[in-house]
């Protein structure tokens, strides 16, 4: 006997229903045209908690097990590519963790922020729209950890913030926003 496994619900609700309701809404016409979401990456700037260029391992292990248990993925560290003495940062120096999600991962994760880790921001109002570049690509941030249900801060050292970035294939600001909304993207409702 094989298992079958199911899809993502929110990927087979952009199959199923979103679209199609975008190809109709702006004309596309041809279903090659339709926006795509191609990857999430979530990173952590570790920079201001550097100690003489060295990271301490409990900030650290922090990071890395907070990426870990939200994205069921490994994150990689990033190093500084060139020293800026304003912001005492060597080349060399790990500056960052970041995790890229493809896959049924990415649409997990996705169904995962929209209906768990946003609704229980505080004093959550909704997500700005204007957060999208030409590319239709939207980028947000968390202040901290807490919000992910998974994450038990009792265990945790210190807070740390993210970004969050879903980027999409064959889109504008339009196209993207249409969909995120379609899929359940709390955005700021438009005050008429």
Request: positive net charge; without cysteine.
């Amino acid at each position: 006997m094989t298992a079958t496994i199911d899809k993502p619900r929110l990927q087979t609700r952009y199959n199923d229903e979103v679209k199609s309701n975008v190809l109709k809404e702006f004309k596309l016409g041809n279903v090659s045209r339709a926006p795509k979401l191609a990857k999430i990456t979530v990173n952590v700037g570790i920079g201001r908690f550097l100690d003489n260029q060295k990271l301490k391992p409990e900030i650290r292990d922090t990071v890395i097990s907070t990426l870990s248990t939200i994205s069921g993925q490994k994150p990689i560290m990033l190093m500084a590519k060139k020293s800026v003495a304003n912001f005492k940062v060597r080349e060399g120096a790990p500056s960052a963790f970041m995790v890229t999600m493809r896959g049924d991962h990415m649409w997990h994760f996705l169904d995962r922020l929209i209906s768990l880790a946003i609704p229980r921001i505080k004093d959550f109002r909704g997500l700005k729209d204007t957060a999208f570049d030409q590319a239709g690509n939207y980028s947000m941030g968390l202040t901290e950890q807490a919000v992910w249900p998974e994450i038990n801060m009792a265990e945790v050292n210190f807070s740390h913030g993210m970004n969050i970035n879903i980027v999409f294939e064959n889109s504008n600001p339009d196209l993207s926003k249409y969909v995120l909304k379609e899929l359940g993207m709390p955005f700021v409702r438009d005050e008429e």
